[in-house]
């Protein structure tokens, strides 16, 4: 561009010295063409920057990790006047890692009308990933202005985590909701309340389940089998803090995430209804949400997504518990982040429930004895970052 510049500059030159040498009307309209044309282009490549409107399209505000997904610039040239070359520099990154890719995208724009260009991204984590156009150039015919426009131009996309396998053990004879109305259509159980199933009678069946009244219709004796309720008072609460800033953020990130969609999957796969807890960065409380199906966990994880901040901030999970001082379960699952293990003590000290886990992410094998250092009444499970399957493979929930 500057090599258009200076030659444009040389032949400015000459036509003046041409007007000079020649007294014709020919230099004279050639040279005022060469003094207009610059000021043309300038005037015409102003307007059509000023004209221009820039967004992105995505077909959708989530997607999976490792999968690539379309993206387009959409560029809409409201001006009469084309432009033969336009350049778009974007850039994308996960907002919890500093680490910005950039690329450009070359293309022309027609007059009055609109220029989509389709793009693939992906990632290897999840997380928020943001796209920005840093600015888009625009040139003159000519190429002797360039005009930027389109400047930090964002859309944000939730990646979501994958699901990994959990071969863990459901227990089922633990306290139960007072006031319980979801039931196993599976598994019998003890809730009188609603019944499972009819059948004939067993040697070793308790006499009070006998149905007398149509055991007498059928002549022979008819028990009742119970149902089993599924939502019985069963918690994941997630810690989103994030204890270090480094190149280890976003694979903890990952990982504290993806464990408890796998947590929350397996049990969902088991009928246990359950409430997972987080604290919102963005609306600055805890949520609480009953995970009923795989649908209402894969929005509530990318809610989850979408409300953290850049800096992964999160209040004490102890400011929960006081707020909510009685809570009673039958199964709590605990999921953090080494190294601060301070907070394991206090819900050691004051979380009733049945049962008690504890599944904290470390970085490598050699920081897993750290984690149960002191650490007797939780079930303490070690989860080394990407080793999911394999470290909670005998979680009891």
């Not at 500059?9 to 000079?20: A, E, R, S």
């Not at 004209?51 to 809409?76: G, M, W």
């Not at 139960?176 to 059948?199: I, K, Q, Y």
């Not at 990318?302 to 707020?323: A, G, H, T």
Request: hydrophobic share 45%; proline share 5%.
């Amino acid at each position: 561009m500057l090599i258009v510049k200076i030659l444009f500059l040389l032949l400015i030159v000459i036509c003046v010295f041409f007007y000079i040498l020649y007294m014709w009307n020919f230099s004279l309209v050639l040279m005022i063409i060469f003094l207009v044309l610059p000021v043309v282009m300038f005037v015409t490549t102003l307007i059509t920057k000023l004209s221009i409107k820039t967004e992105f399209a995505v077909q959708s505000k989530a997607t999976p990790k490792n999968k690539s997904f379309p993206v387009q610039l959409c560029v809409t040239n409201k001006s009469i006047f084309p432009v033969g070359k336009a350049e778009a520099h974007i850039e994308y990154y996960n907002i919890f890692n500093n680490q910005i890719n950039e690329f450009e995208l070359l293309f022309p724009l027609q007059a009055l009308n609109s220029h989509r260009v389709t793009f693939q991204l992906s990632s290897k984590y999840c997380g928020i990933l943001k796209i920005r156009s840093a600015y888009i150039s625009i040139y003159d015919p000519l190429r002797i202005f360039r005009f930027k426009t389109g400047k930090n131009i964002t859309a944000e996309i939730a990646v979501m985590p994958e699901i990994h396998e959990v071969n863990g053990a459901i227990s089922f004879t633990d306290r139960e909701s007072e006031e319980s109305s979801v039931f196993s259509e599976n598994n019998a159980g003890d809730d009188p309340s609603e019944v499972f199933d009819l059948r004939e009678y067993a040697v070793g069946d308790k006499i009070n389940r006998i149905h007398w009244k149509l055991s007498s219709k059928k002549d022979e004796l008819i028990v009742k089998e119970y149902s089993m309720p599924v939502d019985v008072p069963c918690m994941i609460f997630l810690n989103l803090k994030c204890y270090e800033d480094s190149e280890y953020t976003l694979p903890v990130f990952d990982t504290l995430v993806e464990t408890l969609m796998s947590v929350s999957q397996f049990l969902i796969e088991n009928e246990r209804i359950h409430k997972v807890v987080y604290y919102n960065a963005s609306m600055r409380e805890f949520c609480e949400t009953d995970i009923t199906s795989p649908e209402v966990l894969a929005e509530t994880v990318r809610n989850m997504i979408f409300s953290v901040n850049d800096n992964l901030y999160c209040e004490p999970p102890e400011k929960y518990f006081q707020i909510n001082p009685n809570i009673s379960l039958s199964s709590f699952t605990f999921i953090t982040s080494a190294p601060d293990t301070s907070v394991l003590h206090y819900i050691e000290e004051n979380i009733d429930a049945d049962i008690r886990n504890a599944v904290v992410i470390v970085k490598s094998p050699e920081n897993v004895s750290e984690v149960c250092a002191g650490i007797t009444e939780l079930n303490t499970i070690p989860v080394v970052i990407g080793r999911i399957t394999s470290s909670v493979r005998d979680i009891e929930l």
